[in-house]
């Protein structure tokens, strides 16, 4: 790096003066340009011969200034000291060093150098590079008409600006080494004026510098670039030239054609007069700026306007082409799109048949469908009916196989007792049979086959049997009465009607076993069974009396309970609030019975349930029973129930009821109530169990006809509220919690 | 013995009765029996009986009216 003997020559000049050709004249002197040129131009097409580097600097300077090329406003000496102008100096010696830090002898050029010379001779004292200057000129004229053709600069403006790019450059350098070219005498003498370039600052003329001094005249210049046709004195005679640019370029015009010194005092004179004139007008030139400013912002905004007004002319048209397009498809497109929706209709038109048809294939069908259905449910439910049936015959089948067995049993002994009767010799037998065949004959029955078919003769009797017809049933009665005497005569046979055996067994074993098909129960069967069976260790027994205005028959009921043949029973009355004389009744009669312990307790009307169960809480017996206030005992009864309860240990029995009317006498079979019993009874046989009877039909009838063990009771509690159903609903518990043999039905 | 028949208890009354209060108690012992077995080995159950049980209350009615079916609790069915 060459340090201290580096040598600059800065070619100086106005814009548009010729600067670019001239500087290219100095590298034919040696001058070293730099590599990194900026390249040619139309306007400038022989090269700007200037470092971009340098070019960018002096464009950053100007901008931090706040000025640019043709800014006419001066700068003031304070703005070179401004924090950036500093900070860029430095970037400004970095860049020199890189560039031109080999060259002893290195120049460039740009218009712009001429105002900003205070930082270049600033930087290149800083370097120590010694300097020296080319100042060109060139006829304002020229360059007036060139600035106007390529910036649309009005001529007025143009020399001012040439006004002051030449007095600052010539202000500037004074005692530095310079010389003052003017660019036509260079075009008119290229290397005579070299030479004198090279003269003035002292630069070699060895013959490799005449050699290029040759080649830059002969090859380099040629007539296209003179671009002026103006004479010197041109200026004069353009009365937009003020008379202090006119007089500036003949004053240094002379000091190029060497007819002054550049620093004889009335050059100096001139140019201070010059640069007095400019630095007065200081003010206006900063304002004409910044209206030039303004006006160049307004016409950038136009421009602007106009660009975008073009372009969204552009736009417009473009749009306008594109609706018109668009709109030339839709109508094809609709144009298709009505073809299309008149295919569509058609189409639609015939589905509508088409699916009209469908549908009414369709109903066709779905009430064909549906009968099926019907007709498919009627069928399966008379499978499921057939299968159940079939199941159900099987399950009877089963249960019926014992019953059949029964009915054989009971069939062999209506056949014995046939037999007995068809051998008989006794006529008040004969007499009664005769009676019911004569009977028979005169309902127009054939006897004959009957008689002597025993199927048909058992089915007949059985038919007469439950005949309700007197008629009918009176000879087969007596019959009856009278086998039963022979047979009581003949032999202690075992009563036929005592169902009680047969029923307890059936239930302890939990088989059916061969039973008589009918049940009756008479006083004179349970004295049979109850004779000596009272005795004094017998268990006391509690009979209740629920009473609640039955004034007419409590007195009934009292006494048969004293009646009773059996010697151990307490007698407890519980009128339920009673509003007839019932009370005075009950307390004669109680009188009447003083050698029956009981007691006798009123309370509000609570219902029969409570009556029972206040009673059932006084009650003191091993066994309980209940006698209804409208009801009455037959005279053994307790002793006969409690005989075959003891005998069979049972807990719980009940007997057949007879159905009495309001006078005490029994009902005929024929009594609704009455019937509906016997009908009830006489289908027991039917069922396994009497527990089964007991889910259809009370058979109980009444809580006057319980006989059950204290020790049951105190398992089954006390009677529920209802006010008609509490004593069958006594029942069914009782059903369900005794032992399998504590259970029995009477 | 003797069960008395008079205008305090006659057909109609106690038709009615077993009417309203037949249907309770019949439920209610197939609820007990459904609920814990019978104690008694030959009551009225579907256990105890279990092909004879099923025919019966399909096949027989409660006291001449709804067959004893409608009186099962759907679990002992």
Same mark, same amino acid.
């Given at each position: 790096?060459?340090?201290?003997?580096?040598?600059?020559?800065?070619?100086?000049?106005?814009?548009?003066?010729?600067?670019? +050709?001239?500087?290219?004249?100095?590298?034919?002197?040696?001058?070293?340009?730099?590599?990194?040129?900026?390249?040619?131009?139309?306007?400038?097409?022989?090269?700007?011969?200037?470092?971009?580097?340098?070019?960018?600097?002096?464009?950053?300077?100007?901008?931090?200034?706040?000025?640019?090329?043709?800014?006419?406003?001066?700068?003031?000496?304070?703005?070179?000291?401004?924090?950036?102008?500093?900070?860029?100096?430095?970037?400004?010696?970095?860049?020199?060093?890189?560039?031109?830090?080999?060259?002893?002898?290195?120049?460039?050029?740009?218009?712009?150098?001429?105002?900003?010379?205070?930082?270049?001779?600033?930087?290149?004292?800083?370097?120590?590079?010694?300097?020296?200057?080319?100042?060109?000129?060139?006829?304002?004229?020229?360059?007036?008409?060139?600035?106007?053709?390529?910036?649309?600069?009005?001529?007025?403006?143009?020399?001012?600006?040439?006004?002051?790019?030449?007095?600052?450059?010539? &202000?500037?350098?004074?005692?530095?080494?310079?010389?003052?070219?003017?660019?036509? !005498?260079?075009?008119?003498?290229?290397?005579?004026?070299?030479?004198?370039?090279?003269?003035? *600052?002292?630069?070699?003329? &060895?013959?490799?510098?005449?050699?290029?001094?040759?080649?830059?005249?002969?090859?380099?210049?040629?007539?296209?670039?003179?671009?002026?046709?103006?004479?010197?004195?041109?200026?004069?005679?353009?009365?937009? =030239?003020? $008379?202090?640019?006119?007089?500036?370029?003949?004053?240094?015009?002379? !000091?190029?054609?060497? @007819?002054?010194?550049?620093?004889?005092? $009335?050059?100096?004179?001139?140019?201070?007069?010059?640069?007095?004139?400019?630095?007065?007008?200081?003010?206006?030139?900063?304002?004409?700026?910044?209206?030039?400013?303004?006006? &160049?912002?307004?016409?950038?905004?136009?421009?602007?306007? %106009?660009?975008?007004?073009?372009?969204?002319?552009?736009?417009?048209?473009?749009?306008?082409?594109?609706?018109?397009?668009?709109?030339?498809?839709?109508?094809?497109?609709?144009?298709?799109?009505?073809?299309?929706?008149?295919?569509?209709?058609?189409?639609?038109?015939?589905?509508? $048949?088409?699916?009209?048809?469908?549908?009414?294939?369709?109903?066709?069908?779905?009430?064909?469908?549906?009968?099926?259905?019907?007709?498919?449910?009627?069928?399966?439910?008379?499978?499921?009916?057939?299968?159940?049936?079939?199941?159900?015959?099987?399950?009877?089948?089963?249960?019926?196989?014992?019953?059949? @067995?029964?009915?054989?049993?009971?069939?062999?002994?209506?056949?014995?007792?046939?037999?007995?009767?068809?051998?008989?010799?006794?006529?008040?037998?004969?007499? +009664?049979?005769?009676?019911?065949?004569?009977?028979?004959?005169?309902?127009?029955?054939?006897?004959?086959?009957?008689?002597?078919?025993?199927?048909?003769?058992?089915?007949?009797?059985?038919?007469?049997?439950?005949?309700?017809?007197?008629?009918?049933?009176?000879?087969?009665?007596?019959?009856?009465? /009278?086998?039963?005497?022979?047979?009581?005569?003949?032999?202690?046979?075992?009563?036929?009607?005592?169902?009680?055996?047969?029923?307890?067994?059936?239930?302890?074993?939990?088989?059916?076993?061969?039973?008589?098909?009918?049940?009756?129960?008479? %006083?004179? &069967?349970?004295?049979?069974?109850?004779?000596?069976?009272?005795?004094?260790?017998?268990?006391?027994?509690? !009979?209740?009396?629920?009473?609640?205005?039955?004034? /007419?028959?409590?007195?009934?009921?009292?006494?048969?309970?004293?009646?009773?043949?059996?010697?151990?029973?307490?007698?407890?009355?519980?009128?339920?609030?009673?509003?007839?004389?019932?009370?005075?009744?009950?307390?004669?009669?109680?009188?009447?019975?003083?050698?029956?312990?009981?007691?006798?307790?009123?309370?509000?009307?609570?219902?029969?349930?409570?009556?029972?169960?206040?009673?059932?809480?006084?009650?003191?017996?091993?066994?309980?029973?209940?006698?209804?206030?409208?009801?009455?005992?037959?005279?053994?009864?307790?002793?006969?129930?409690?005989?075959? /309860?003891? =005998?069979?240990?049972? @807990?719980?029995?009940?007997?057949?009821?007879?159905?009495?009317?309001?006078?005490?006498?029994?009902?005929?079979?024929?009594?609704?109530?009455?019937?509906?019993?016997?009908? =009830?009874? =006489?289908?027991?046989?039917?069922?396994?169990?009497?527990?089964?009877?007991?889910?259809?039909?009370?058979?109980?009838?009444?809580?006057?006809?319980?006989?059950?063990?204290?020790?049951?009771?105190?398992?089954?509690?006390?009677?529920?509220?209802?006010?008609?159903?509490?004593?069958?609903?006594?029942?069914?518990?009782?059903?369900?919690?005794?032992?399998?043999?504590?259970?029995?039905? *009477? | /013995?003797?069960?008395?028949?008079?205008?305090?208890?006659?057909?109609?009354?106690?038709?009615?009765?077993?009417?309203?209060?037949?249907? @309770?108690?019949?439920?209610?012992?197939?609820?007990?029996?459904?609920?814990?077995?019978?104690?008694?080995?030959?009551?009225?159950?579907?256990?105890?009986?279990?092909?004879?049980?099923?025919?019966?209350?399909?096949?027989?009615?409660?006291?001449?009216?709804?067959?004893?079916?409608?009186? !099962?609790?759907?679990?002992?069915?």
């Amino acid at each position: 790096m060459q340090v201290g003997g580096q040598r600059v020559v800065v070619a100086l000049g106005m814009h548009r003066s010729g600067t670019s +050709p001239i500087t290219r004249g100095l590298k034919a002197l040696g001058v070293e340009l730099g590599e990194d040129l900026m390249p040619a131009a139309p306007e400038n097409p022989t090269g700007f011969w200037e470092d971009a580097a340098l070019y960018e600097l002096n464009e950053r300077l100007l901008a931090i200034l706040g000025r640019a090329w043709y800014s006419v406003a001066p700068i003031q000496s304070e703005m070179w000291n401004l924090p950036e102008i500093q900070a860029l100096k430095l970037k400004a010696v970095e860049t020199v060093r890189t560039r031109f830090g080999n060259f002893p002898l290195w120049g460039f050029k740009d218009p712009r150098t001429a105002r900003l010379l205070p930082f270049w001779k600033d930087l290149f004292k800083h370097l120590g590079i010694a300097e020296s200057y080319v100042l060109i000129i060139r006829n304002p004229i020229s360059v007036a008409r060139s600035l106007k053709v390529r910036n649309l600069l009005a001529v007025e403006k143009s020399y001012l600006l040439w006004l002051q790019h030449s007095v600052e450059a010539y &202000d500037n350098t004074c005692g530095m080494p310079r010389v003052v070219v003017d660019y036509d !005498v260079l075009m008119a003498h290229p290397a005579e004026q070299l030479r004198r370039i090279a003269e003035r *600052l002292a630069l070699p003329l &060895d013959p490799t510098v005449e050699d290029a001094i040759k080649d830059y005249a002969h090859r380099f210049l040629d007539d296209g670039l003179r671009h002026s046709v103006f004479e010197p004195t041109d200026v004069h005679l353009d009365i937009h =030239a003020p $008379d202090l640019v006119s007089n500036t370029y003949d004053l240094l015009r002379q !000091v190029a054609l060497d @007819q002054l010194d550049a620093d004889s005092k $009335d050059v100096q004179s001139a140019l201070s007069s010059a640069r007095s004139g400019l630095v007065g007008f200081g003010p206006f030139f900063l304002h004409l700026d910044h209206l030039e400013a303004d006006r &160049d912002s307004i016409r950038r905004e136009l421009e602007e306007v %106009r660009d975008k007004s073009i372009q969204l002319t552009g736009e417009v048209v473009q749009l306008r082409e594109a609706i018109v397009g668009i709109e030339a498809e839709r109508k094809f497109e609709l144009s298709a799109r009505d073809r299309q929706n008149a295919e569509l209709a058609d189409r639609v038109s015939r589905a509508d $048949d088409d699916l009209l048809q469908i549908r009414e294939k369709l109903h066709r069908t779905l009430a064909e469908l549906e009968t099926l259905k019907a007709q498919n449910e009627v069928l399966r439910v008379a499978t499921e009916a057939l299968k159940s049936n079939d199941e159900s015959l099987r399950s009877e089948s089963e249960v019926l196989k014992p019953l059949v @067995q029964l009915q054989a049993d009971a069939n062999a002994i209506l056949r014995s007792e046939l037999h007995n009767l068809w051998n008989s010799w006794s006529w008040r037998i004969f007499r +009664p049979l005769r009676n019911l065949v004569r009977k028979l004959q005169g309902l127009g029955k054939e006897t004959e086959p009957i008689l002597h078919s025993e199927p048909h003769a058992i089915q007949t009797l059985i038919t007469i049997r439950q005949s309700l017809s007197w008629e009918l049933t009176a000879p087969l009665r007596l019959i009856y009465r /009278m086998l039963s005497r022979r047979r009581r005569a003949t032999a202690p046979s075992k009563p036929i009607k005592l169902v009680m055996q047969h029923l307890s067994s059936d239930i302890a074993e939990g088989r059916p076993q061969p039973r008589p098909r009918s049940v009756v129960s008479h %006083r004179s &069967d349970f004295h049979e069974v109850a004779q000596g069976l009272d005795s004094p260790s017998s268990p006391l027994i509690s !009979v209740i009396i629920p009473s609640y205005n039955h004034s /007419m028959f409590v007195g009934h009921a009292i006494d048969s309970v004293a009646a009773q043949d059996h010697a151990s029973i307490e007698l407890i009355v519980i009128d339920d609030g009673s509003a007839d004389n019932s009370i005075s009744i009950i307390e004669e009669s109680l009188k009447r019975a003083s050698s029956l312990p009981s007691e006798f307790h009123t309370q509000q009307n609570q219902g029969a349930h409570a009556a029972i169960n206040r009673g059932l809480e006084i009650a003191r017996g091993e066994y309980l029973s209940i006698l209804n206030s409208d009801d009455y005992y037959y005279p053994r009864r307790l002793s006969t129930l409690l005989s075959y /309860m003891r =005998a069979a240990d049972k @807990q719980f029995a009940f007997s057949e009821v007879d159905h009495v009317g309001p006078d005490g006498l029994k009902l005929p079979d024929t009594n609704h109530v009455r019937f509906g019993y016997l009908s =009830a009874l =006489a289908s027991l046989p039917q069922f396994p169990t009497v527990g089964f009877l007991l889910l259809l039909y009370n058979l109980t009838v009444t809580s006057g006809n319980f006989l059950l063990r204290r020790s049951l009771f105190e398992r089954i509690g006390f009677f529920q509220p209802y006010r008609f159903v509490h004593d069958w609903e006594y029942v069914l518990r009782v059903l369900v919690r005794p032992n399998p043999d504590s259970f029995a039905s *009477l | /013995m003797a069960y008395r028949l008079h205008g305090g208890n006659t057909l109609a009354k106690l038709e009615k009765g077993c009417d309203l209060e037949g249907p @309770q108690i019949i439920a209610h012992y197939f609820e007990s029996v459904t609920r814990e077995k019978a104690s008694n080995v030959l009551a009225p159950t579907a256990y105890n009986w279990p092909r004879y049980f099923d025919w019966f209350v399909r096949n027989y009615p409660h006291d001449g009216a709804n067959r004893l079916v409608h009186f !099962v609790p759907a679990a002992m069915r």
